[in-house]
T-cell receptor, first 111, second 113 residues
Framework: KQEVTQIPAALSVPEGENLVLNCSFT??????LQWFRQDPGKGLTSLLL?????REQTSGRLNASLDKSSGRSTLYIAASQPGDSTTYLC??????????FGAGTRLFVKA | DGGITQSPKYLFRKEGQNVTLSCEQN?????MYWYRQDPGQGLRLIYY???????QKGDIAEGYSVSREKKESFPLTVTSAQKNPTAFYLC????????????FGPGTRLTVL
């Protein structure tokens, strides 16, 4: 059974710092992996989607990497800003219509 | 503006009542989903629908029911059989395949009084 874990559960950094969020999954047979952000009391917004054949994807200050063999993905945020303060969720597609979500990492960027 | 709408934003239910959460999309997506989110846990799939008039149970379907009579609409009914319904409910849609990017609505927070 696929399980997705995100550590740490919460993280606080000063503004301007580069940081890495971690996501691990137990079964390497994935179709793709997606990173979302979720503001308090709101829905999810897609940030990056990495296909299983890809190693990384970049969007602006965000870079997501994927290492299927080790069951790990990282989300790198460069030059963090207070607007980056939110919860980041990792989700794994294993095929079909079921997506497995991690519990998220809550990020706080201090101005 | 294309997107997904959910209503109401907040919903209060007395024990023993059924309530229906609305989800509408104008993205022309074939697939729609309902998730439940509890504090400290990942989203869990309740039901999904690949096409009109078809839907499948997810991991936690007990105590819930859905319908898909129109492509744009996928309402979720939380029945009195759901023992712990207080949660945040999220609706999503995707183009067709389950592995396509899912787009989420703003959510409905249900509280049982």
């Amino acid at each position: 059974k696929q399980e997705v874990t995100q550590i740490p559960a919460a993280l606080s950094v000063p503004e301007g710092e580069n940081l890495v969020l971690n996501c691990s999954f137990t079964d390497s047979a994935i179709y793709n992996l997606q990173w979302f952000r979720q503001d308090p009391g709101k829905g999810l917004t897609s940030l990056l989607l990495i296909q299983s054949s890809q190693r990384e994807q970049t969007s602006g200050r965000l870079n997501a990497s994927l290492d299927k063999s080790s069951g790990r993905s990282t989300l790198y945020i460069a030059a963090s800003q207070p607007g980056d303060s939110t919860t980041y969720l990792c989700a794994v597609h294993t095929g079909g219509f079921k997506t497995i979500f991690g519990a998220g990492t809550r990020l706080f960027v201090k101005a | 503006d294309g997107g997904i709408t959910q209503s109401p934003k907040y919903l209060f239910r007395k024990e023993g009542q059924n309530v229906t959460l609305s989800c509408e999309q104008n993205l022309n997506h074939d697939a729609m989903y309902w998730y439940r989110q509890d504090p400290g846990q990942g989203l869990r799939l309740i039901y999904y629908s690949q096409i009109v008039n078809d839907f499948q149970k997810g991991d936690i379907a007990e105590g819930y029911s859905v319908s898909r009579e129109k492509k744009e609409s996928f309402p979720l009914t939380v029945t009195s059989a759901q023992k712990n319904p207080t949660a945040f409910y999220l609706c999503a849609s995707s183009m067709g395949k389950g592995t396509d990017t899912q787009y989420f609505g703003p959510g409905t927070r249900l509280t049982v009084l």
